[in-house]
């Protein structure tokens, strides 16, 4: 708004400057009359250019406006009460409104009537036409007190806009505590909960198999360790839902994926009985990755090794981790019977296993690429996935 007012009165001066040089007199009143020319209209010119800059030494020193007022009077006394000066007058009061609030327009709107009846009296105005010389005098008192009206209306805007930011915060504060409610519903639903409905259906099995006229020994046994091994799986699920909120909501500024791989491949190990081992590479140290990438590759991992148990048939699965250039590198490998030539990702999506589907839309999440097929060794399945070690820097 003051910017607009700096323009307006750029204009008017250069519409008025030829009437006050013409009318000023030889010699030392058309210099004065020229420096005041320049000073008003530099200063109108660097205020308007740059006011986030020199606006905060006009609010700090009220003297700098009435320095212009004295100017413009000088100005105006030159060009005469009828021409486009006067205009800039009245913009004096409105910008101390603005600027300086009730006392400041007060203070500048007195000056600038004092200043309009004294050039009308020069110019023997006053008595031969009262109510023209009346006209701008009345419009700087007006101006003032709507520049205090325009201040009062931005300083409530800006404090309506204040509200509304706070508002949206609290917003968006709400809804992401909304989505993580939604997302440990979705983790909850695809690992405890699956995995305790197989321990009902395997203890069913179990207690029909104890009823039975003749029991199986051999069978009961079986049914009972799929029970306790499907047990300790419900148990670790829980135990990763409830190490991801401590990584949320702890003091730790990220996760030792190294540390959370070894401790995947151990328990994997253990529930499955299948050798599973892991080994870090690389020859630079794994940076901590923050909980919202880890969440992603962890899960990837853990899929990967369900797989490689629940389809290939392996005898052995590593998982290897690193720094290789750049990259972080994670990869599973077996030695199982591989993936089915010509397999694709739409293939899969279309047959109802959505597994693999999964893992490639947990890496894109993340900024990782994934590759899946035959690996570094002679036979098997490698599931690698590199993730730029800028992107783990920002999660999205």
């Known amino acids: ?224 360790e799929l029970v306790a091994r499907s047990v300790r799986r419900a148990a670790a699920e829980s135990r990763e839902l409830l190490a991801d909120l401590r990584r949320e909501n702890g003091p730790g500024h990220g996760t030792d994926l190294l540390a959370e791989l070894a401790a995947r491949t151990l328990d994997f190990a253990t529930r499955t009985g299948l050798p599973a081992a892991f080994r870090p590479t690389g020859e630079h140290t794994v940076p901590p990755v923050p909980p919202a990438v880890a969440r992603q590759i962890l899960p990837i991992v853990s899929e990967a090794m369900e797989n490689a148990h629940r389809h290939a048939g392996p005898s052995r699965v590593e998982v290897r981790a690193g720094v290789h250039g750049g990259l972080l590198r994670v990869s599973v490998n077996d030695d199982g019977r591989g993936l089915p030539p010509g397999t694709t990702l739409e293939q899969l999506r279309r047959a109802g296993h959505f597994g693999l589907v999964g893992m490639v839309e947990r890496a894109a999440s993340v900024g990782a690429r994934i590759r899946i097929g035959r690996g570094v060794l002679p036979r098997g399945t490698e599931v690698r996935l590199e993730l730029p070690l800028a992107a783990p820097a920002t999660p999205p």
């Open 1 to 224: 708004m003051c910017r607009h007012v700096f323009a307006f009165r750029l204009a008017m001066i250069a519409l008025a400057t030829p009437a006050a040089l013409l009318n000023a007199a030889p010699g030392l009143a058309a210099r004065l009359v020229g420096a005041a020319v320049v000073v008003t209209f530099m200063g109108s010119y660097v205020l308007f250019r740059d006011w986030e800059r020199f606006g905060p030494l006009l609010l700090r020193h009220p003297t700098l406006l009435a320095l212009d007022t004295v100017l413009g009077a000088l100005l105006l006394i030159a060009a005469g009460p009828d021409s486009t000066l006067a205009y800039v007058c009245v913009c004096t009061p409105f910008l101390a409104g603005l600027v300086y609030g009730w006392r400041g327009a007060g203070v500048f709107a007195s000056l600038q009537v004092l200043v309009l009846l004294l050039v009308y009296a020069s110019h023997r105005d006053l008595s031969a036409n009262l109510a023209r010389s009346a006209l701008f005098p009345g419009l700087c008192v007006i101006a003032g007190a709507a520049g205090v009206t325009v201040r009062n209306l931005l300083l409530r805007f800006g404090e309506a806009t204040q509200a509304l930011t706070v508002v949206q915060a609290r917003l968006a504060v709400a809804e992401a505590v909304s989505a993580e409610r939604a997302r440990l519903a979705r983790e909850m639903h695809d690992s405890v909960a699956k995995t305790l409905h197989g321990v009902a259906l395997a203890a069913d099995g179990l207690a029909g198999s104890a009823a039975a006229d003749r029991v199986d020994p051999v069978l009961v046994r079986r049914q009972a």
